[in-house]
């Protein structure tokens, strides 16, 4: 591998001793840009490419540190001696949040290559090895920073790690061909199989993610878990769940017709709250901030459907 020539891209966290994103112990990095815009996203500091500022005013004790060094006037302290900041003059540069002691201001995602990631990866590796483990790229949508992540993932299986990706399959075929030499397991998510619901809850028709589920389970022999984030009104209908696992079942046939055996696996996840401040700290619209996670009890009824499903595959 040639380190003088590390590929680079945009990442908004490196998170050490996973354990829900993929087998074993793992490191999950997070790369920024996403083609979905689910209104309920779990990490929405993943949407955007660039790197942006989060601002939480509960910390801000308006010291005015931030703009002395804010050439474009983004920052500014009112006639009551408040601070303001009007995101839309901010380049994301980060000189404020360097000035910011009360971490205020935070700069999500930064520049790196992939040598830097994987440097960062192999920290632990000691854990990767005793709990069968490894390294996971998630985000946004890896698939979207296709050279940066097809280095990353080349170089950890250099290293001897397991790898695994999260993606949302919206995206043309191309940008994941080029990763699947490099990956050991494919986590991808399944939201709404009728198409017209599919863009009102994300943005985007889901054809392109339903083809790229279909070539992932025909045209590949990788171990494919699909993915279900459980939102209310979006999805948690008995019907929205059975569809969706009809279909895994008919991708896990289509798989055994071609003559390949890796597992096809489906997987529900509760939806959740907690990036309710998140949002705010980026100046986005919350739009799930009513919604009421379903219940453990809701949970167990809709992976009973999955498991009656898959269980007559
Ligand atoms: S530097 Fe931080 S704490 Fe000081 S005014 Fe700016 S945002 Fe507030
Ligand atoms: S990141 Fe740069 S442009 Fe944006 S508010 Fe801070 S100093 Fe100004």
Request: with cysteine.
């Given at each position: 591998m040639?380190?003088?020539?590390?590929?680079?891209?945009?990442?908004?966290?490196?998170?050490?001793?996973?354990?829900?994103?993929g087998?074993?112990?793992?490191?999950?990095?997070?790369?920024k840009g996403c083609s979905l815009h689910c209104f309920w996203c779990h990490n929405p500091e993943g949407i955007?490419?660039?790197?942006?500022?989060?601002?939480?005013?509960?910390?801000?004790?308006?010291?005015?540190?931030?703009?002395?060094?804010?050439?474009?006037g983004a920052h500014a302290i009112d006639a009551q001696g408040r601070h303001t900041y009007d995101r839309t003059k901010c380049l994301s540069c980060g000189l404020c949040v360097e000035e910011c002691f009360t971490e205020a201001l935070v700069?999500?995602?930064?520049?790196?290559?992939?040598e830097q990631v994987v440097a960062e990866v192999l920290r632990d590796r000691a854990f990767y090895e005793t709990s069968g483990g490894g390294m996971t790229l998630s985000g946004g949508d890896p698939a979207l920073q296709p050279?940066?992540?097809?280095?990353?993932?080349?170089?950890?299986?250099?290293?001897?790690?397991?790898?695994a990706i999260e993606t949302a399959g919206n995206y043309p075929w191309a940008n994941l061909a080029?990763?699947?030499?490099?990956?050991?397991?494919?986590?991808?998510?399944?939201?709404?199989?009728?198409?017209?619901?599919?863009?009102?809850?994300?943005?985007?028709?889901?054809?392109?993610?339903?083809?790229?589920?279909?070539?992932?389970?025909?045209?590949t022999d990788k171990p494919l878990l699909f993915r279900v984030p459980v939102v209310p009104g979006v999805n948690d209908a008995d019907a929205d769940i059975a569809a969706i696992?009809?279909?895994?079942r008919r991708l896990s046939q289509a798989r055994?017709?071609?003559?390949?055996?890796?597992?096809?696996?489906?997987?529900?996840?509760?939806?959740?709250?907690?990036?309710?401040?998140?949002?705010?700290?980026?100046?986005?619209?919350?739009?799930?901030?009513?919604?009421?996670?379903?219940?453990e009890q809701r949970m167990r009824e809709l992976r009973a459907i999955v498991a009656d499903y898959l269980a007559t595959d």
């Open positions: 040639d380190t003088n020539s590390s590929v680079s891209g945009v990442i908004f966290d490196i998170q050490r001793f996973s354990i829900h994103d087998p074993g112990i793992r490191t999950t990095v997070f790369l955007r490419v660039k790197p942006e500022i989060r601002y939480d005013p509960a910390r801000c004790i308006n010291c005015g540190a931030c703009v002395a060094v804010c050439t474009n700069l999500t995602g930064k520049t790196q290559t992939a050279a940066f992540s097809a280095e990353i993932l080349a170089r950890c299986k250099a290293e001897g790690l397991h790898t080029g990763l699947l030499p490099h990956i050991d397991l494919v986590m991808m998510d399944i939201k709404q199989m009728d198409a017209q619901r599919h863009r009102a809850a994300t943005g985007v028709s889901n054809v392109r993610v339903l083809a790229t589920a279909e070539r992932l389970a025909v045209e696992a009809a279909h895994v055994r017709t071609a003559g390949r055996r890796a597992p096809i696996t489906l997987e529900l996840l509760a939806f959740h709250r907690l990036a309710s401040q998140k949002y705010q700290s980026l100046g986005l619209d919350y739009r799930a901030a009513n919604l009421e996670p379903p219940t």
